[in-house]
């Protein structure tokens, strides 16, 4: 992805369609739904990189209750515009989560083939607990039969960027959530 300048990097963002207000409103729902899972043992936040590295960084500080904070990052392969169901862990956790509720911390769901294989992957290692936490759900695009614990906002079909999330890496520093101009 190349521009010729910021008004052309600036066109391709059709509309805000979440703001940072709405945003955080529903950040301080999601840190409460957190803190209600507290029960005295350990609690794993874990983060799939890179879309959700901001949606983590301003969750976690809604949390009131002691808790610790993982990266994961996988690489998920795609067929056209939806990803395969191959997904290729590239950076793991340093942790053994047998003792912890772990939340996976996600930007979007979308055909849910990467968040399902991740499931799987961690389900294995047979932690306490497994939930997962979504910024954002595409349920009209569901592939796999999957839901969220909690999703913050339920969005149409749109491809959408901000927030953490991107269009060939760029985007990502948006500190709302756009639609793409295609
Ligand atoms: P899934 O396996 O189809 O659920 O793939 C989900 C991944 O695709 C997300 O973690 C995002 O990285 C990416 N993705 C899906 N929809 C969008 C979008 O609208 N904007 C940006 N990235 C998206
Ligand atoms: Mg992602």
């Not at 059709?14 to 729902?29: M, N």
């Given at each position: 992805?190349?521009?010729?300048?910021?008004?052309?990097?600036?066109?391709?963002v059709?509309?805000?369609?979440?703001?940072?207000?709405?945003?955080?409103?529903?950040?301080?729902?999601?840190?409460?739904?957190?803190?209600?899972?507290?029960?005295?043992?350990?609690?794993?936040?874990?983060?799939?990189?890179?879309?959700?590295?901001?949606?983590?960084?301003?969750?976690c500080?809604?949390?009131?209750v002691?808790?610790?904070?993982?990266?994961?990052?996988?690489?998920?392969?795609?067929?056209?515009?939806?990803?395969?169901?191959?997904?290729?862990?590239?950076?793991?956790?340093?942790?053994?989560?047998s003792?912890?509720?772990?939340?996976?911390?996600?930007?979007?769901?979308?055909?849910?083939?990467?968040?399902?294989?991740?499931?799987k992957?961690?389900?294995?290692?047979?932690?306490?607990?497994?939930?997962?936490?979504?910024?954002?759900?595409?349920?009209?695009?569901?592939?796999?039969?999957?839901?969220?614990?909690?999703?913050?906002?339920?969005?149409?079909?749109?491809?959408?960027?901000?927030?953490g999330?991107?269009?060939?890496?760029?985007?990502?520093?948006?500190?709302?959530?756009?639609?793409?101009?295609?």
């Open positions: 992805m190349k521009f010729d300048s910021t008004e052309q990097w600036k066109s391709k059709k509309r805000v369609i979440i703001s940072q207000e709405e945003i955080r409103a529903r950040l301080k729902d999601a840190g409460a739904y957190i803190d209600s899972i507290y029960d005295g043992s350990p609690i794993l936040l874990v983060s799939i990189l890179k879309g959700a590295f901001v949606f983590m960084a301003d969750l500080r809604e949390v009131t002691p808790c610790e904070i993982e990266f994961m990052a996988a690489k998920s392969y795609f067929e056209g515009t939806q990803s395969s169901g191959h997904v290729e862990i590239t950076m793991d956790l340093k942790h053994d989560i003792d912890y509720h772990v939340i996976i911390v996600e930007d979007i769901i979308d055909t849910g083939r990467t968040l399902n294989e991740i499931l992957i961690l389900r294995v290692r047979e932690p306490r607990s497994l939930r997962v936490i979504t910024l954002l759900d595409k349920p009209d695009r569901r592939v796999v039969e999957l839901n969220a614990d909690l999703s913050l906002f339920t969005i149409p079909d749109y491809f959408v960027i901000g927030y999330l991107d269009y060939g890496e760029f985007y990502r520093n948006l500190p709302y959530i756009a639609e793409f101009e295609e």
